[in-house]
């Protein structure tokens, strides 16, 4: 692809994803079906580009601003927007992981300058110049954690100061790729050695036993391993969420908010296939797509359900029987935002107060079908207290009054078991858990537990 027909391309992909109206992947999935005469290779570059100005918008918006003449357009922005997210791409290839963002703009732009066109030369050599001037010390600290206003605040003010630049130092980098061995169909070291076997090299996570991490885009789906049901990609903390149910063989099990089924699969290879598994979601077009991975992974006792909202009345005829329900609730995926880093761009305070209400009835419902005795999971991949522990507290406040009210269930109990260490849970909460980028090279996922009176 020439230089010219990519910076046609992405300024065109970028029309569509700097709306914030869909996801970025969806946007760059449709553009290429309309644009089959990108390659592999093409749409790689372009995918790597667009989530790479993601990650770093409001540095880059705010190296444009700085431009004289300022742009008159949008389809101006967006051509601007396009070269410097290019050019930035192509440097941060081949630049050291601990170059300083400000390092890297301004080793963008003097790239920029020796590829640009004489008609982009006068905007760039004023940003270069204006930025020359000004100390990066003065610069916004959004040019640092490159997130929106109310975002930041609420996470600043939630983990202090040091976390917070932590936190989104890491949130900025892309994530690995970690997959979960299907027990059911081997051990983890033989995944491993298969998975060498077709030039991929992987490590086992720190925490999951079920865990490898591979670094890059390997592809997986035309490996044995994946097609024979040995591996399935799932992050390490979302294998930790089920992991928390400690489900056993000969149980009912209910994973509430199945989706496309990753935690599903994980549960049905905890119960060696066994007793009876519900996948409950109210997307059936996302439990469509848990079938064909069920027939990957051997599983035949997992029953999927579409719900038309959280109290179906189909649900009434599982209330008090379940031994282990696993809620995943609706929440704004502010914990993945180094895989979607455009989330933090369509989600907005008031629908984040909305998610909250969801996440409070779905708790509720879920939590009707235990039967005594019988254990409760609440999990988000969220990083927001407001998602996260507001909703469990005030859950378990609310029913404490009540007659067989749930207790919260310690956590390192289960660690213990399942021979997990290094994870420590909340000190003044021993039954809540919040996993973090920056400290345990998961996606952000918090999660809470409860036992029913036997």
């Known amino acids: 692809m020439s230089a010219l027909f990519l910076l046609t391309a992405t300024r065109e992909a970028l029309a569509a994803i700097w709306a914030f109206q869909q996801p970025a992947e969806a946007v760059l999935a449709q553009y290429f079906q309309e644009n089959r005469r990108l390659g592999s290779r093409d749409r790689a570059l372009l995918s790597d580009t667009v989530f790479g100005m993601l990650r770093r918008k409001r540095l880059l918006e705010f190296a444009l601003a700085q431009a004289q003449p300022p742009h008159t357009s949008t389809a101006q922005f967006h051509h601007r927007l396009a070269l410097l997210g290019l050019v930035w791409t192509a440097s941060a290839a081949s630049a050291p992981a601990s170059t300083h963002p400000a390092d890297a703009l301004h080793h963008t732009l003097a790239q920029a300058r020796q590829l640009a066109s004489a008609d982009d030369q006068p905007w760039l050599e004023s940003i270069a110049q204006a930025l020359a001037g000004l100390p990066c010390q003065q610069w916004p600290d959004s040019t640092r954690h490159n997130l929106p206003d109310w975002l930041a605040s609420r996470l600043q003010q939630q983990y202090g100061d040091a976390a917070f630049q932590e936190l989104t130092a890491a949130l900025q980098q892309p994530a690995p790729l970690d997959v979960r061995v299907n027990a059911l169909q081997g051990k983890r070291a033989v995944a491993q050695q298969q998975l060498l076997e077709h030039g991929l090299e992987s490590q086992p996570t720190p925490y999951s036993p079920w865990g490898l991490r591979l670094q890059g885009k390997p592809r997986l789906h035309q490996t044995p391993a994946f097609t024979e049901g040995l591996i399935e990609v799932q992050d390490e903390g979302s294998q930790l969420l089920c992991l928390l149910t400690d489900a056993r063989r000969n149980e009912t099990v209910v994973d509430f908010c199945a989706g496309a089924g990753g935690k599903t ?133 609310a029913q404490r009054a009540q007659p067989g009210a749930f207790q919260p269930l310690p956590l390192e109990p289960i660690w213990h078991k399942h021979k997990i260490s290094g994870l420590l849970a909340n000190p003044t909460a021993p039954h809540q858990l919040q996993l973090l980028p920056h400290q345990h090279g998961t996606d952000g996922f918090f999660a809470a537990a409860w036992q029913k009176p036997a």
């Open 265 to 397: 699969l994980a549960l049905g290879a905890m119960m060696r296939n066994t007793g009876r598994l519900y996948a409950l979601d109210i997307s059936a077009s996302r439990l469509q797509a848990l079938k064909p991975r069920l027939l990957r992974s051997g599983l035949n006792h997992v029953h999927s359900m579409a719900l038309s909202h959280e109290d179906d009345a189909r649900l009434q005829r599982l209330w008090g029987k379940v031994d282990r329900v696993l809620v995943d609730a609706p929440c704004s995926g502010m914990g993945t935002l180094r895989r979607h880093p455009d989330l933090a761009w369509r989600q907005t305070e008031a629908g984040l107060a909305a998610l909250q209400n969801t996440q409070q009835r779905v708790l509720a419902s879920a939590a009707r079908l235990l039967k005594p005795g019988g254990v409760l999971v609440y999990a988000t991949c969220s990083l927001l207290h407001a998602e996260n522990q507001a909703i469990a507290d005030g859950w378990e406040q």
